[in-house]
């Protein structure tokens, strides 16, 4: 019904200064069934580093889910652009086969590219079995640690103190 004590939810605000205190009550809020919008600001999960963060969670637990597989091949940029992308997307539409699948068996299939590039996608398919492999043995908390090293998040939202970088970088430690 929305009131509570005689009050109505849209009777109160909550504000906040620091973006790391956002995730905490939006968790809060959502596990309670409080209604809320987020004024002036993202809500906690659409922001893009976050997204990211979880894009990378979700291929560690599912390596054939292809919206987080394009979302993170080349973020941070490994140098697998669109193009490799779209050959890949091309093979595995061909081939009836996930993404995953076409990285995996390599010389199963024929993707086009030079070794250099052959390279850079072994190599992302190899972190990204790090963190599969990771994810079935190690708590959350460690694996997203790992996954933030890495994959050269970390690297990337601390390249410099710009008040966007260090709102992102208070999100990822969040």
Not at 162 to 169: G, I, K, M, W
Request: hydrophobic share 40%; proline share 3%.
């Amino acid at each position: 019904d929305g009131v509570r004590g005689g009050r109505k939810y849209s009777d109160f605000a909550v504000l906040y200064r620091v973006n790391e205190l956002a995730r905490s009550l939006e968790t809060t809020f959502a596990k309670s069934g409080v209604p809320y919008k987020i004024l002036g600001g993202n809500r906690f999960y659409d922001r893009k580093e976050i997204k990211d963060v979880i894009a990378y969670f979700r291929l560690a637990v599912n390596p054939n889910d292809e919206e987080a597989f394009r979302r993170v091949i080349n973020y941070p940029a490994r140098g697998i652009g669109q193009t490799t992308v779209a050959k890949i997307l091309a093979v595995a539409t061909a081939h009836e086969v996930s993404l995953w699948s076409v990285i995996s068996s390599p010389e199963t299939y024929d993707l086009g590219v030079n070794k250099g590039t052959l390279a850079k996608i072994v190599m992302f398919r190899e972190m990204i079995a790090s963190f599969i492999e990771q994810a079935q043995k190690l708590p959350a908390n460690q694996v997203g640690t790992a996954i933030v090293k890495q994959s050269g998040i970390i690297n990337d939202i601390y390249q410099d103190a710009t008040p966007e970088n260090l709102s992102r970088q208070e999100n990822v430690e969040e």
